[in-house]
């Protein structure tokens, strides 16, 4: 979760996307080049954790979804908490798995909450924790990022909410020992872009070049930068994450890198969860136009679900939008 000095912080910045092209989640105003990649993206539902039963929330996604027939969908993590066993979770999975077309996952820390990632890859039907696929003219890439390190230095991955000792103990670099990337997914990662000459787009739960930085997301970023410098050219294009609940984007040497709105709720400061309308939950359609050489994300609006007007500070913070913007790459 953000700390509250960095959203105070973004609190006097100009709004998150301002001065990008936007456009509805529900229905692009764009016509994208022939060899155009089109996906849907929800991230943070959050099934399960709050006492929250969110098939309802998932549902006008997977609507829109069949109605827009993108070339995949990817959740990416905090999906599915499953307290009380993956069988608990039966609905919303089914709710998942009714969009007919290729569905990809990005596995989440609240996901190991209550589950090993052996469960959650049987139960979501992923071929690993991390992995890669192309379509079309685009590589995509799907890290893992849930792994801590112990007391004695070894990397340990996350199962049945075993890294809460180290993320509640407190103290200076905590934080770097919780949503970590191991040794052997780096060697990976390193040799998986090399196999490819598309542009590549990688997911991950936890942000490497954007809001919180947790773990060892410097190492993620040094086989990117190393990768694209060998090529001589922003090969990765752009990494996508969630986790931190709100809108953040930056170039890294060329690379985007974006946080995406969770579909459930924000986090301002005080500590208060400011939940959104879950019958139009924010999700998006980002398309790769190599035509164009640009992405587009689409905007999609909600609002806050059965509280009071939130103070003007914490609307600034965690407004219930996903903010459509286009953004050059190449």
Not at 23 to 40: I, L, N, R, W, Y
Not at 60 to 74: L, S, T, V
Not at 266 to 295: V, W
């Amino acid at each position: 979760m953000p700390s509250a000095t960095r959203r105070q912080f973004l609190a006097a910045l100009p709004l998150a996307g301002a001065g990008f092209a936007a456009a509805s989640a529900q229905e692009s105003t764009q016509s994208p080049s022939a060899d155009s990649v089109t996906f849907g993206f929800i991230t943070d539902v959050h099934h399960g954790t709050h006492g929250k039963d969110q098939v309802g929330r998932l549902k006008p996604f997977i609507n829109a979804a069949i109605a827009r027939k993108p070339d995949f969908i990817i959740q990416c993590g905090d999906f599915c908490c499953a307290k009380g066993g993956i069988t608990t979770a039966k609905d919303f999975l089914a709710e998942w798995n009714r969009f007919p077309g290729p569905k990809h996952h990005v596995i989440g820390n609240h996901d190991c909450d209550f589950q090993t990632k052996e469960e959650l890859l049987e139960a979501w039907q992923m071929p690993n924790p991390y992995y890669s696929f192309d379509v079309g003219g685009f590589h995509f890439v799907v890290l893992d990022r849930n792994h801590f390190i112990d007391d004695e230095g070894k990397t340990v991955s996350y199962a049945n909410g075993n890294w809460y000792p180290i993320h509640r103990k407190g103290g200076p670099g905590h934080l770097a020992r919780v949503s970590c990337i191991d040794k052997e997914q780096l060697a990976w990662l390193a040799k998986d872009l090399a196999g490819t000459d598309k542009p590549v787009v990688i997911f991950q739960h936890q942000p490497s070049g954007v809001g919180s930085h947790e773990g060892n997301w410097d190492a993620v970023n040094y086989v990117i930068d190393s990768h694209n410098a060998k090529r001589g050219k922003a090969q990765v294009v752009a990494v996508f994450a969630g986790h931190d609940h709100d809108e953040e984007h930056s170039i890294r040497h060329g690379v985007h890198h974006l946080t995406l709105t969770s579909s459930t709720f924000g986090m301002p400061p005080n500590g208060s969860t400011t939940y959104y309308d879950s019958s139009k939950p924010p999700f998006t359609f980002i398309t790769f136009d190599p035509g164009k050489r640009e992405l587009r994300i689409e905007e999609s609006l909600s609002t806050y679900e059965g509280q009071a007007q939130m103070p003007p500070e914490h609307i600034w913070l965690t407004p219930p939008v996903l903010r459509g913007r286009t953004l050059p790459f190449g």
